[in-house]
């Protein structure tokens, strides 16, 4: 089922998906996942990701929290890039680089929907130069339930080329509450990561996971790993980079004994950017619990970041005429 829950005065809108398992509640800002609901191994509704208490907050604060990233998702080195010998110059809102889509990307627009056939069917049109960005690119994001997954289908055209790298940014806790993330244990299905320097940009240069603290190919307590002295750890304060897939279904598995549920993540997408939220910093959350650094993960499924500036063949590239498509599905279920 899904139905409006509430339209407030400022144009959020709150939609909610449910079935016997799970209830999402989904707004029209950013097409934002404020709660994704399962429950526990006692029978008790849990809700998985980070959020705020007011939608409003959503609009004060970085973060992304459970918001679609993009036009391009991560960082662009300084903001440049060269597509068809032109230059273009984006917004430089992390250090030296541009991230998720500039100062007003995806996650600050005001999509519409429609509800049909059980979806919920997000649009945006995203005019030409936006932050920055070539093209009117029009994009659709389809949210809908099936049994106990959540699936996210994204598509977009473009009428000029340009470069489009879209994802959830929902930040997982399992347990939830905003606990420290190290007890849960994850399991990702990939040899090998990119490098990040030490502004968290990708450089292009890959490395294979075998005896470093990014080996998760078996199931691992995150904590065996995170702290460990290790120069990619130390550039973003953690884990924060792209996680490239060697299998085409249920990549990763994340998995809290507590509560006994676990995430299984499932994409066409090549990679993850897998962030254990370094960054927030104890701004609070729902029922006002302190979002520490460390307290949710996030795992974004998308192409490789800032291969615009390194590879000729960039995935990312977007051709007037063609379609990007999409689709990454969230199960939650209780281990059994
Ligand atoms: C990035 C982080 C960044 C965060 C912002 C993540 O996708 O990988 O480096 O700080 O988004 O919330």
Same mark, same amino acid.
């Given at each position: 089922m899904i139905e409006v829950i509430e339209k407030r005065n400022n144009g959020i809108e709150i939609i909610r998906l449910s079935n016997n398992c799970l209830v999402v509640d989904v707004m029209n800002l950013g097409c934002t996942i404020l709660k994704f609901k399962t429950k526990d191994k006692d029978g008790i509704m849990q809700d998985v990701v980070l959020g705020y208490e007011h939608p409003e907050e959503y609009l004060q604060y970085d973060g992304y929290l459970g918001a679609i990233v993009g036009r391009v998702a991560n960082r662009i080195k300084c903001g440049k890039f060269v597509l068809n010998d032109v230059e273009y110059n984006l917004p430089i809102n992390n250090g030296p680089n541009s991230l998720h889509g500039g100062n +007003?990307?995806?996650?600050?627009?005001y999509f519409n929907y429609e509800i049909h056939n059980e979806q919920l069917i997000f649009h945006?049109?995203?005019?030409?130069?936006?932050?920055? $960005?070539?093209?009117? !690119?029009?994009?659709t994001v389809i949210y809908?339930? *099936?049994?106990?997954?959540?699936?996210?289908?994204?598509s977009a055209t473009t009428d000029k080329d340009t470069i489009i790298? !879209?994802?959830?940014?929902? $930040?997982?806790?399992?347990?939830? %509450?905003? @606990?420290?993330i190290g007890e849960h244990e994850l399991r990702i299905d990939a040899d090998s990561i990119a490098k990040i320097d030490?502004? !968290?940009?990708? @450089?292009?240069?890959?490395?294979?996971?075998?005896?470093?603290?990014?080996?998760?190919?078996?199931?691992?307590?995150i904590k065996e790993h995170l702290y460990k002295e290790y120069e990619q750890l130390s550039y973003a304060l953690g884990i924060d980079h792209p996680f490239i897939f060697t299998s085409t279904e249920n +990549?990763?598995?994340?998995y809290s004994s507590k509560t006994g549920i676990?995430?299984?993540?499932? @994409?066409? %997408?090549?990679q993850a950017q897998v962030y254990s939220a370094n960054y927030l910093d104890g701004r609070l959350g729902k029922n006002g619990l302190p979002m520490a650094e460390k307290s949710g993960l996030c795992i974004e499924t998308q192409m490789m970041p800032n291969d615009i500036n390194f590879n000729p063949n960039s995935k990312t590239i977007?051709?007037?005429? *063609?379609?990007?498509?999409?689709?990454?599905? $969230? +199960?939650?279920?209780?281990?059994?």
């Amino acid at each position: 089922m899904i139905e409006v829950i509430e339209k407030r005065n400022n144009g959020i809108e709150i939609i909610r998906l449910s079935n016997n398992c799970l209830v999402v509640d989904v707004m029209n800002l950013g097409c934002t996942i404020l709660k994704f609901k399962t429950k526990d191994k006692d029978g008790i509704m849990q809700d998985v990701v980070l959020g705020y208490e007011h939608p409003e907050e959503y609009l004060q604060y970085d973060g992304y929290l459970g918001a679609i990233v993009g036009r391009v998702a991560n960082r662009i080195k300084c903001g440049k890039f060269v597509l068809n010998d032109v230059e273009y110059n984006l917004p430089i809102n992390n250090g030296p680089n541009s991230l998720h889509g500039g100062n +007003q990307g995806f996650d600050k627009r005001y999509f519409n929907y429609e509800i049909h056939n059980e979806q919920l069917i997000f649009h945006y049109l995203s005019k030409d130069m936006e932050e920055g $960005y070539p093209g009117n !690119v029009s994009l659709t994001v389809i949210y809908e339930l *099936e049994d106990d997954k959540l699936i996210i289908s994204y598509s977009a055209t473009t009428d000029k080329d340009t470069i489009i790298n !879209v994802s959830n940014h929902s $930040y997982f806790n399992l347990d939830g %509450l905003p @606990t420290n993330i190290g007890e849960h244990e994850l399991r990702i299905d990939a040899d090998s990561i990119a490098k990040i320097d030490a502004d !968290v940009l990708v @450089t292009g240069e890959i490395l294979n996971v075998e005896n470093t603290p990014f080996d998760f190919r078996e199931s691992i307590q995150i904590k065996e790993h995170l702290y460990k002295e290790y120069e990619q750890l130390s550039y973003a304060l953690g884990i924060d980079h792209p996680f490239i897939f060697t299998s085409t279904e249920n +990549q990763v598995t994340l998995y809290s004994s507590k509560t006994g549920i676990e995430l299984i993540i499932s @994409t066409d %997408l090549p990679q993850a950017q897998v962030y254990s939220a370094n960054y927030l910093d104890g701004r609070l959350g729902k029922n006002g619990l302190p979002m520490a650094e460390k307290s949710g993960l996030c795992i974004e499924t998308q192409m490789m970041p800032n291969d615009i500036n390194f590879n000729p063949n960039s995935k990312t590239i977007l051709r007037k005429g *063609e379609r990007y498509e999409s689709k990454t599905s $969230y +199960q939650l279920r209780v281990r059994t």
